[in-house]
């Protein structure tokens, strides 16, 4: 599990250091910086990939745009610095060192792993060696050797949309699920006929969409001959009426999704989710964080969170140490910062932050 980052450089995140735990929550005002720290993190991924190409930084859900754009611009900061990103966990701690390079276009690259690459650079038998072909060598023995925080190569920023969700035959760039929710079926064609799951596994999300008051049973269905895909959804009040996956309710399909992303064996291990509450009832969301950190412990998942819904942050219990809320906000100069917030005795989280007690609030409003 990733302990703690470090995030240097990287558009409005000029130097901040994040300590995670397994289940993290991360709340504040529209243009705080909540994205940034994603995508920091799945650039992090993406170079320790070795893929730092617009295309696959899209399909990790980065904002891909100009690299001088990525780069934070604050005028008293220092635009020649690389950016810098460091993954700890309990026994690993890799610094990923990233520049521009302009030939004959400008593109990202890796110059530096750092800590192995430190302790080449001091060993007698590489002194007449340049920083380069250090560095190379060191990426070839984190890569043979495994040192790689292999957490963080297949980190992704997912933003599902109901539109992705409904459409059952669309594929994914990334497999088995996109950041926009592309390939649900997919997952649940693997739960149904993949050795590695049984029908516990779809007990198991049966079990959660109860928290749905009105559903009844769930079924996905695949055609091998037409290669039709669908959703076979029953409702407990109409028991003579089946819904599909254009029919069904949008908060069914968003909890199918999450429940489906944190149980599945082939779904990263360590990834966020941009909004959470969407198109939930805040109520339901209080329960769905609930069950989520249950199945984040259980299929040993690591996961960021954003929200702007109040209710998400009671289904934290900020006294268990896997559980962690941060509040991001700019400071004086503009540059992103992340409090991390103690337990609040006596209120319901929901109310500190509406109230203003940790802060999270849009300053221009009162």
Known sequence: MITEI??????????????????????????SGKSNILEAIAFGGAASADKLDNEFLASRGIRATSTHLMKSAFSNFNFSKPIQLNFKNEIDNVTY????????ITKWVVKEIENLAHLLKNDNSFKNHDNTAISNLAKRIYKSTNRYITRIDNFIIYSPEISSLRKFEEESQIKPLGVKGEGLFSVLQIFYENENYGPETIDEIRKYLHIIEWFDDFEAIFDKVSGRKSLVVKDRNIPDVTLNQTNVNEG???LLFYISLIISKETPTFFAIDNIEASLHPLLCEELIKILVKLAKKHDKQIILTTHNPFVLDGLDLNDPE????VVRRNADGKTIADTISPVK?????????????????????
Do not use: H
């Not at 240097?8 to 735990?21: E, H, I, M, Q, R």
């Not at 060192?97 to 004959?104: A, L, T």
């Open 6 to 31: 470090k995030i240097n450089n990287f558009k409005s995140v000029a130097d901040l250091t994040l300590p995670l735990g397994r289940f993290n929550v991360l709340i504040g005002a529209n243009g």
């Open 97 to 104: 060192s990233i520049e521009e390079e302009n030939k004959p």
């Open 252 to 254: 069914f399909l968003f």
């Open 323 to 326: 559980q962690k809320l941060f």
């Open 346 to 366: 006596n209120i319901k989280l929901s109310e500190a932050w509406v109230r203003g007690r940790i802060g999270g609030n849009p300053e221009t409003i009162e």
